[in-house]
């Protein structure tokens, strides 16, 4: 993973692959725990059924994560970086950054429908590990103000307090994707997005 996103230091639980293979295994496994976890929930998932469902033996397992909450931890790691690469091929080549917030917005819908357990490992870390919770929205927060600020600078966006408008549009992705791509299993529908644009663009767009 890349850890120029800011990721806070891994614990001693965590041993990460040092070759193409046991990085294929250890991507198993989290994506086995990303499955596991989404539909069991994090205190009735065993290890031996994360291990099943990545196809692979317990003692594997044991060669990356030292217990249950190191591979939750890292499954939140991993989600965090995987959708904020996700999003970002989506707008990368989007100069405008009001058309992006749009292009975002709905790339987050897409990747909820292709993460059906998204809401529900995340809505676990806040219980289960509340530093990795705050950090994964904080972070997020963090790196969204920096896109803000630089918009701001060119005038594409009105000069408001760039922390305050990151967690606001952060509000508008996590709450309608809920209601959509997680409560319906669909996007929005035209009209939808529609409304979507105005208020994003009514409440962003310089006057």
């Not at 990795?132 to 000069?159: D, P």
């Not at 997680?182 to 962003?204: C, H, Q, V």
Request: net charge neutral; with cysteine; glycine share 8%.
């Amino acid at each position: 993973m890349n850890d120029s996103l800011g990721y806070p230091e891994r614990n001693a639980g965590v041993q990460l692959p040092k070759t193409a293979r046991g990085q294929a295994t250890f991507d198993k496994l989290l994506k086995a725990a990303e499955k596991v976890i989404g539909e069991s929930g994090y205190h009735d998932t065993s290890i031996s059924a994360i291990t099943q469902a990545a196809g692979v033996g317990m003692g594997t397992f044991y060669l990356y994560f030292r217990t249950k909450k190191d591979i939750f931890r890292e499954l939140i790691y991993y989600i965090h970086h995987d959708v904020r690469k996700f999003i970002q091929i989506a707008v990368g080549d989007i100069t405008d950054r009001k058309v992006a917030e749009i292009e975002g917005i709905q790339a987050f819908y897409r990747y909820c429908l292709l993460h059906p357990h998204l809401y529900a490992i995340i809505r676990e870390a806040e219980f289960v590990d509340y530093e990795i919770f705050r950090w994964h929205y904080s972070n997020f927060a963090k790196g969204y103000a920096g896109h803000l600020r630089t918009a701001m600078g060119k005038g594409q966006v009105k000069q408001l307090d760039p922390e305050m408008l990151a967690y606001c549009l952060i509000g508008v992705s996590v709450f309608t994707g809920m209601r959509w791509p997680a409560w319906e299993g669909k996007l929005p529908n035209e009209k939808e997005i529609d409304t979507l644009r105005e208020f994003i663009l009514s409440g962003i767009a310089p006057a």
